[in-house]
C-alpha cells in the first residue's frame, strides 16, 4: 500500500513555532527514510497552534534533506493568490528538485474571516473566480495558453524539465468536479469530512477527463491516524491530542457531553491501535475509496511519538 504524510506543523504544548517547523523538517527526512510516497504541508494563516502560512518556504529546506520522497502543498489555497505567481514558485522548486514536486490546490480560507481579508479582500468573490483561475494555473504550468491569450507570450520561468503535478485537495463534490473536468489528481480529506467521501471520489472518476496532466485518475484518501507498540498507547496518544484540540486554551479542564461526542466521533473516523491493527483499517479505507495512495496525519502530544508513529507505519507497511 502506498502511505504518504500530511503535516499540519502543529505547534505543540510547551513547544515554539520554531521547534514545530524543525520538526516538519525532521518528519519529512523520516519519511524519505521510512518509504513513504510524498510530503505535504498545510496552508494555515493565524493560528497560534499551526505554524505554516507558507508551504514553498518550508518545501524548499525540506527538499534540501530529503533525497526520494515527493514533496508538496497540502494546500496552496489558491483563492488568495496570483496563479503566475504560484505557478512561478513551484516551477522554482522543480527545477531545483525535480520530478518530485507535487502542487497541491484549496479552496478554503485557511483562517479566520479577518485573515483572508488581510491576505486577498473578497474571500467570497475569489472563491467564485476559484475554478477559472486553477485552470489559469495549469496554462502556465503547461505552457499552453491560446495564442490570442493576453499570457501567450510569457512563461512561469524557470521552466522545469517537468512541471509539479497538479492536484486538487477537498471534501465536496465541488472540488471532485473542478478535479475531473481538468484531468488532474484528486484527493480528498477523508480525515476532515462527514460527507460520502467514496461517493465523491467514485464522481470524480466517473466524469474525469485526460488532458495532458493524468491519463486517468488518481486518488488519494487522507486519513488521521496514530499507531504505536500497544494498543493502548496508541489510543492514550490519540486521546490526549484529541482533547487539546477540543479544549483549546479553555481554563474549564473536564469535558461536557457535547465534547465527549465530538471525541468518540473523531476516534471513530481514525485509524488507531498497533502497526497491524492500523494498517488493516487504512487498507480498508482504501478498498471503500479504490484509492491510489493513503497519505496520513497524525497529531500526538509530542513531536517523538509523532515521528516514532510514521516509523511504525512505515516498517510494517514495507516488511
Not at 113 to 118: D, G, L, N, R, Y
Request: net charge negative; charged share 25%; hydrophobic share 40%.
Amino acid at each position: 500500500m502506498k502511505l504518504g504524510i500530511l503535516d499540519q506543523a502543529p505547534v505543540l504544548e510547551k513547544s515554539s513555532p520554531a521547534e514545530a517547523l524543525r520538526a516538519s523538517i525532521e518528519l519529512a527526512a523520516e519519511g524519505d527514510k521510512a518509504g513513504f510516497t510524498r510530503y505535504w504541508i498545510a496552508e494555515h494563516h493565524s493560528f497560534q497552534n499551526l505554524s505554516c502560512p507558507a508551504p514553498e518556504v518550508l518545501l524548499g529546506l525540506i527538499g534540501e534533506k530529503t533525497k526520494h520522497i515527493r514533496i508538496g502543498s497540502g494546500a496552496v489555497l489558491l483563492p488568495h493568490y496570483s496563479p503566475f505567481k504560484v505557478a512561478e514558485t513551484f516551477n522554482m522548486l522543480s527545477v531545483l528538485f525535480p520530478d518530485r514536486i507535487d502542487l497541491g490546490i484549496g479552496r478554503a480560507p485557511g483562517g479566520s474571516a479577518e485573515a483572508s481579508i488581510a491576505l486577498s479582500g473578497n474571500f467570497l468573490q475569489k472563491v467564485k473566480e476559484m475554478p477559472d483561475k486553477y485552470k489559469e494555473l495549469l496554462h502556465f504550468l503547461k505552457s499552453d495558453f491560446p495564442e490570442e491569450s493576453l499570457y501567450a507570450k510569457i512563461s512561469a520561468s524557470p521552466l522545469p524539465q517537468k512541471p509539479p503535478v497538479p492536484w486538487v485537495l477537498g471534501t465536496s463534490s465541488k472540488s471532485a468536479i473542478l478535479a475531473a473536468e481538468t484531468g488532474t489528481s484528486y484527493a480528498f480529506g477523508h480525515f476532515m469530512s462527514d460527507k460520502d467521501g467514496p461517493e465523491i471520489v467514485q464522481s470524480y472518476k466517473k466524469q474525469f477527463v485526460s488532458n495532458g496532466f493524468q491519463p486517468e485518475p488518481e486518488v488519494i484518501a487522507a486519513v488521521s491516524a496514530v499507531c504505536a507498540e500497544t494498543e493502548e498507547k496508541a489510543v492514550s496518544l490519540a486521546e490526549a491530542a484529541l482533547y487539546r484540540q477540543i479544549k483549546q486554551d479553555q481554563k474549564e479542564t473536564s469535558l461536557s457531553s457535547s465534547e465527549k461526542d465530538m471525541l468518540h466521533l473523531s476516534k471513530a473516523k481514525m485509524a488507531i491501535g498497533t502497526p497491524d491493527q492500523v494498517l488493516q483499517k487504512l487498507e480498508n479505507i482504501q478498498k471503500q475509496y479504490e484509492a491510489d495512495e493513503i497519505m496520513v496525519v497524525t497529531h500526538t502530544p509530542d513531536y517523538e511519538s509523532r515521528t516514532a508513529s510514521y516509523r511504525l507505519l512505515g516498517k510494517y507497511n514495507a516488511g
